[in-house]
């Protein structure tokens, strides 16, 4: 068996990964921009389509609840089928597909089961785009940030432009044609990305690897914590739109908050190339500094009186949600072996969005409809201190301890 593997080789990363290297770069510029206008103009669809707050928070609630299942269910698959790319098109075409039905029902009830299939195939996307980035560098001397860099341009650029087209047709139709456009965009990308498989040597799936990675106490407090942080994240991810709205902005100035965001995205990932250090004492670090400007963020969210300053504290988010967003990556992958790097990856996205998401919705929702917006970030701010503290006190503790990273290595499970 190993001479008909030795006459037969499985493509992998590096026979594929100089190929793959513009269009990996396209993919993620036009995924990223596909669902920046989603999650921006979504909710102010819905807004125009006569919801209220509370229910708009409940609808986009769907999403994170759905990922609880679709994460785990897409990663297992991924890692069983060793082909990443394949499952992206065969989620991408789901995702495309049921867009339709989603701006195309008009019931409440069948817009409702039109959003949970929606959200099966587009929820999980972003965490199995960042296990097939992880394949198609390994072995290339190439580092991750280099290419998701591309997918903050692609959410900053697009929503800028989106803002002004939507701003200029309103938000039917002119978000539904560009979010099918940019959508079909990513979909034909990944057609013509070479194909991508795991080495033999490391893509069988040893049973239960995966219940010795969940049960790690370091991993699953990161992961806990983690929960605290992006839960107000989430809030303004979906009230932030609406939040400018009420304040008298328009849609075009919501573009332009939504670019705000994310234009030097792409500066900090290269600084965390240049900068980053895979020690555990560091990222601890990095994870309480980041909780200490998520928290500053909510609190000058806060206070705002005019929409216009929103802008400029959204600038915040490229350093925030960058730091964040790369010191997991990177965590997770050190203490998930190469055959449970897609499940691994979900299991974060998970924390990230899907936990907190279905309460940043439904708890954010009643919040702005209750109390208002500046409740709602307050809230935010008490959040991100206590996991700042969180992270403060788990990095002494091991500090104190002189524990390290238990990396879980392939065939040691």
Same mark, same amino acid.
């Given at each position: 068996?190993?001479?008909?593997?030795k006459?037969?080789?499985?493509?992998?990363?590096?026979?594929?990964n100089?190929?793959?290297?513009?269009?990996?770069?396209?993919?993620?510029?036009?995924?990223?921009?596909?669902?920046?206008v989603? *999650?921006?103009? $979504?909710?102010? @669809? %819905?807004? #125009?389509?006569?919801?209220?707050?509370?229910?708009?928070?409940? /609808? =986009?609630?769907?999403g994170?609840?759905?990922?609880?299942? *679709?994460?785990? $269910?897409?990663? @297992? %698959?991924? #890692?069983?089928?060793?082909n990443?790319?394949?499952?992206?098109? /065969? =989620?991408?075409?789901?995702?495309?597909?049921?867009?339709?039905?989603?701006?195309?029902?008009?019931?409440?009830?069948?817009?409702?089961l039109?959003?949970?299939?929606?959200?099966?195939?587009?929820?999980?996307?972003?965490a199995?785009?960042?296990?097939?980035?992880?394949?198609?560098?390994?072995?290339?001397?190439?580092?991750?940030?280099?290419?998701?860099?591309?997918g903050?341009?692609?959410?900053?650029?697009?929503?800028?432009?989106?803002?002004f087209?939507?701003?200029?047709t309103?938000?039917?139709?002119?978000?539904?044609?560009?979010?099918?456009?940019?959508?079909?965009?990513?979909?034909?990308?990944?057609?013509?990305?070479?194909s991508?498989?795991?080495?033999?040597?490391?893509?069988?799936?040893?049973?239960?690897?995966?219940?010795?990675?969940?049960?790690?106490?370091?991993?699953?407090?990161?992961?806990?914590?983690?929960?605290?942080v992006?839960?107000?994240?989430?809030?303004?991810?979906?009230?932030?739109?609406?939040?400018?709205?009420?304040?008298?902005g328009?849609?075009?100035?919501?573009?332009?908050?939504v670019?705000?965001?994310?234009?030097?995205?792409?500066?900090?990932?290269?600084?965390?190339?240049?900068?980053?250090?895979?020690?555990?004492?560091?990222?601890?670090?990095?994870?309480?500094?980041?909780?200490?400007?998520?928290?500053?963020?909510?609190?000058?969210?806060?206070?705002?009186?005019d929409?216009?300053?929103?802008i400029?504290?959204?600038?915040?988010?490229?350093?925030?949600?960058?730091?964040?967003?790369?010191?997991?990556?990177?965590?997770?992958?050190m203490?998930?072996?190469?055959?449970?790097?897609g499940?691994?990856?979900?299991?974060?996205?998970?924390?990230?969005s899907?936990?907190?998401?279905?309460?940043a919705g439904?708890?954010?929702?009643?919040?702005?409809?209750?109390?208002?917006?500046?409740?709602m970030?307050?809230?935010?701010?008490?959040?991100?201190?206590?996991?700042?503290?969180?992270?403060?006190?788990?990095?002494?503790?091991?500090?104190?301890?002189?524990?390290q990273?238990?990396?879980?290595?392939?065939?040691?499970?």
């Amino acid at each position: 068996m190993l001479e008909r593997q030795k006459n037969n080789p499985q493509p992998t990363s590096s026979h594929t990964n100089h190929a793959a290297f513009l269009p990996l770069k396209a993919f993620n510029f036009f995924l990223y921009g596909a669902i920046a206008v989603f *999650a921006s103009f $979504f909710p102010l @669809y %819905l807004q #125009d389509a006569g919801m209220s707050k509370l229910e708009i928070g409940t /609808l =986009m609630a769907i999403g994170p609840f759905v990922s609880l299942i *679709a994460n785990p $269910f897409w990663g @297992y %698959l991924g #890692d069983r089928m060793e082909n990443t790319r394949r499952m992206l098109i /065969l =989620m991408l075409a789901g995702t495309l597909v049921l867009a339709q039905f989603v701006f195309h029902v008009h019931s409440y009830a069948m817009i409702y089961l039109a959003m949970i299939a929606f959200f099966f195939f587009q929820s999980p996307m972003f965490a199995q785009s960042n296990t097939m980035i992880l394949g198609y560098i390994d072995g290339s001397g190439r580092k991750f940030g280099g290419f998701r860099l591309w997918g903050s341009l692609g959410w900053a650029l697009t929503a800028a432009a989106a803002g002004f087209v939507i701003d200029r047709t309103g938000t039917s139709p002119g978000m539904p044609w560009l979010f099918t456009g940019l959508l079909s965009m990513t979909l034909l990308c990944a057609v013509i990305l070479p194909s991508l498989r795991r080495p033999a040597a490391t893509s069988t799936v040893a049973p239960g690897g995966f219940r010795k990675v969940l049960t790690n106490p370091t991993f699953a407090a990161f992961l806990l914590l983690g929960v605290l942080v992006s839960i107000p994240n989430a809030m303004n991810g979906t009230f932030m739109t609406l939040y400018i709205t009420d304040l008298g902005g328009s849609r075009e100035m919501v573009g332009w908050a939504v670019f705000s965001a994310s234009a030097l995205e792409a500066v900090f990932f290269l600084i965390f190339d240049r900068f980053f250090r895979r020690r555990l004492g560091f990222m601890m670090i990095c994870l309480t500094a980041v909780s200490v400007l998520f928290a500053l963020r909510w609190y000058l969210m806060s206070v705002v009186s005019d929409p216009m300053s929103i802008i400029y504290i959204q600038m915040l988010h490229s350093v925030t949600y960058a730091g964040y967003f790369y010191v997991g990556t990177h965590m997770t992958s050190m203490f998930v072996p190469d055959s449970y790097r897609g499940t691994g990856q979900a299991l974060f996205t998970l924390s990230w969005s899907g936990i907190s998401g279905v309460a940043a919705g439904i708890i954010g929702g009643w919040m702005f409809d209750n109390f208002g917006a500046p409740m709602m970030y307050q809230s935010g701010t008490v959040l991100s201190v206590i996991g700042a503290a969180g992270f403060a006190a788990m990095g002494y503790t091991l500090y104190r301890s002189g524990r390290q990273v238990p990396v879980a290595a392939p065939g040691k499970q």
